[in-house]
């Protein structure tokens, strides 16, 4: 019996050759074939497709899959391609190509019914008047591709970075570690909590796992929403590594704190828990409108100010401040698979750009005797430890702070005072998003 979410479509023919009355589109499959196709080929990003109308119109448990298909697919794209050249004379248009890749995801990574699959894509070729044509080409392929790779699909090569960001990683870190990062994006990210209080607790009534720094990694997180704690704002989900730079901050109960591009607002939400006042600055009334919907979800306070950091006219000095900067997000490329496909590497220089002021402009809001935090999700070190280096150069009023906050390894301690965090650390723990962090006290 067909799924109550699965729609009927025009008269086609069966896999088997029998002519069908009905052709059945299965929803999830269906929005996962056009969310390929927009990233593909219109460099749309994951996180504005299932913010979408059309999205979110769908049935949340569509949305659900048809959002894992995607991110599952994107995260093998070159494993499935390997597995589908050797029976493609050519390659097809992308629309036909993304079906043959979600097909053989799903079927060989996912586990999933083959027949099943293979009837659904097929069908959905059929309603599609690009694709209706390739219709044997999905069947007969699919059938092939399957039967050759099964049993080799993990022992493939990972998905390998876009040349424009794996050749300044290798310049950076080398051949070895821009494998490992290779690896640990195809494995995707947990999902980490940052709570409250009762951290323990928590993590036992979440079945989650308390990491080195205090995060509450979840060992089957289910829907975020539903899980005890939310609705009361005893928690919220925030990267393990995002984590860190208001640890690093060490707030004092009462003192004054400046969040720069606070949204979402898992930072200031932090800040809020040690009990500072918390100034939220972001530029973005949408992305504001968010920050407060946190905050009152959590019962936290907290500032908000819609502004841009480089024309501010507040006269207010801070005893911290934190800049977590506009950056390429190539840190989180493991949660965020589209990254590699819908960027090309454009507008790299003008955000670096655009971080040195505001860097500046952030530097200036601290106190004498206060403390600044610059991060960004970023694994090029251009925009990390290239940027730190040389605003230390140029302002001798500040110092790189030498302490260790919680959790973070040493080892990952860079030359000039920051921490560089991967996402192949902690493999035994699931990883952790990319970033750079660096603590930088001004002189009394």
């Not at 097909?103 to 894509?121: Q, R, S, T, W, Y």
């Not at 694709?131 to 699919?142: E, Y």
């Not at 995707?188 to 995060?215: F, I, Q, R, Y």
Request: charged letters at 25%; aromatic letters at 6%.
């Amino acid at each position: 019996m067909p799924h109550p979410q699965q729609k009927t479509g025009r008269p086609g023919t069966s896999l088997a050759g029998k002519t069908a009355k009905r052709v059945i589109l299965n929803i999830a499959r269906q929005e996962a074939v056009r969310i390929l196709n927009a990233v593909m080929t219109d460099q749309k990003q994951l996180s504005e497709l299932t913010q979408s109308n059309e999205f979110q119109a769908l049935q949340p448990e569509d949305r659900a899959r048809a959002q894992r298909l995607a991110t599952h697919t994107l995260r093998h794209v070159g494993r499935a391609d390997r597995a589908l050249r050797p029976h493609l004379a050519k390659l097809p248009a992308v629309e036909v190509l993304n079906v043959l890749r979600l097909g053989v995801v799903e079927i060989v990574g996912l586990g999933a019914p083959a027949h099943a699959v293979v009837n659904d894509l097929v069908s959905i070729c059929a309603a599609n008047g690009k694709t209706r044509a390739f219709k044997g080409l999905i069947n007969a392929v699919l059938r092939k591709a399957v039967a050759d790779v099964a049993g080799k699909w993990d022992k493939s090569p990972v998905q390998m970075m876009p040349k424009w960001l794996r050749n300044p990683l290798k310049d950076a870190y080398g051949n070895g570690t821009v494998m490992a990062l290779e690896t640990a994006h195809m494995r995707g990210a947990a999902v980490d909590l940052t709570v409250t209080s009762e951290t323990k607790l928590w993590a036992k009534k979440l079945n989650g796992t308390v990491l080195p720094n205090g995060s509450v990694r979840l060992n089957e997180p289910g829907q975020i929403s539903s899980l005890e704690g939310f609705t009361e704002g005893k928690w919220w989900v925030q990267d393990a590594s995002a984590s860190w730079p208001v640890t690093w901050l060490g707030l004092q109960v009462g003192e004054t704190v400046l969040d720069v591009c606070a949204a979402p607002g898992g930072k200031t939400m932090q800040m809020a828990a040690a009990r500072a006042e918390v100034t939220a600055l972001d530029i973005s009334p949408q992305r504001m409108k968010r920050v407060a919907e946190n905050l009152t979800r959590t019962k936290f306070n907290a500032e908000t100010i819609i502004a841009n950091i480089l024309d501010w006219e507040d006269s207010r000095h801070f005893d911290a401040v934190l800049l977590d900067a506009p950056c390429s997000s190539t840190g989180t490329i493991r949660r965020h698979p589209d990254l590699p496909f819908s960027k090309d590497g454009t507008g790299i220089s003008e955000l670096i750009s655009l971080q040195t002021e505001m860097l500046t402009a952030a530097a200036k809001r601290v106190k004498l005797g206060g403390r600044l935090v610059f991060c960004t999700c970023s694994l090029i070190p251009d925009e990390g430890e290239v940027q730190a280096e040389n605003f230390l150069k140029e302002n001798d009023s500040f110092v790189a702070d030498s302490t260790t906050p919680m959790g973070m390894d040493e080892k990952w301690r860079t030359k000039e005072g920051g921490f560089r965090l991967r996402p192949d650390f902690w493999p035994d723990l699931g990883g952790m998003d990319g970033f750079y962090i660096i603590r930088l006290n001004r002189l009394g």
